[in-house]
């Protein structure tokens, strides 16, 4: 399916975004300030047999990482 969410956070406000395994995600930050990303996973990172896929970074088109303020 192509079904695409965006969802904003930030403010200095610490927040939770639980991904579903499978489902694709990425990130951007817009700030200039440094942000912060923890990802909480289910199993050990196995370099050698990496369970993750590298999508385009415009597969959602590249407009779709464009925050506008307001």
Do not use: C, T
């Amino acid at each position: 399916k192509d079904i695409k969410m965006r969802v904003v956070m930030g403010a200095g406000i610490s927040q939770w975004v639980y991904v579903p395994r499978g489902v694709a995600h990425g990130v951007v930050n817009v700030n200039n300030k440094i942000g912060s990303i923890i990802y909480l996973v289910n199993q050990e990172y196995n370099i050698n047999q990496p369970d993750e896929y590298r999508l385009p970074w415009d597969k959602a088109g590249a407009d779709f990482w464009e925050i506008k303020k307001g």
